[in-house]
């Protein structure tokens, strides 16, 4: 019963709201700031990377033979 409702309701909607609903198109979303976030936050992390990789190999400017020579 309930499938027929809606199938009733849907034959009985004017051809005009059709027409104009497949002719409008939607409006396009401002994405920049989404944009910019994101590169905002993968500048983030590679500066974190790399504060943390320093700290795990720390450079110091030696080769790490030992000092033989």
């Known amino acids: 019963m309930k499938e027929k409702k809606i199938f009733d309701a849907l034959i009985q909607v ?3 709201y059709i027409e ?3 002719t409008t198109q939607l409006e396009k979303q401002a994405m920049g700031w989404k944009k910019w976030a994101a590169i905002a936050a993968c500048i ?3 500066i ?3 504060l943390l990789l320093q700290n795990i190999f720390p450079f110091d400017g030696s ?3 030992g000092g033989a020579g």
Do not use: F
């Open 63 to 65: 080769t790490g033979s």
């Open 14 to 16: 004017c051809g005009k």
């Open 48 to 50: 974190i990377g790399v």
């Open 44 to 46: 983030v992390i590679g």
């Open 20 to 22: 104009v609903a497949r």
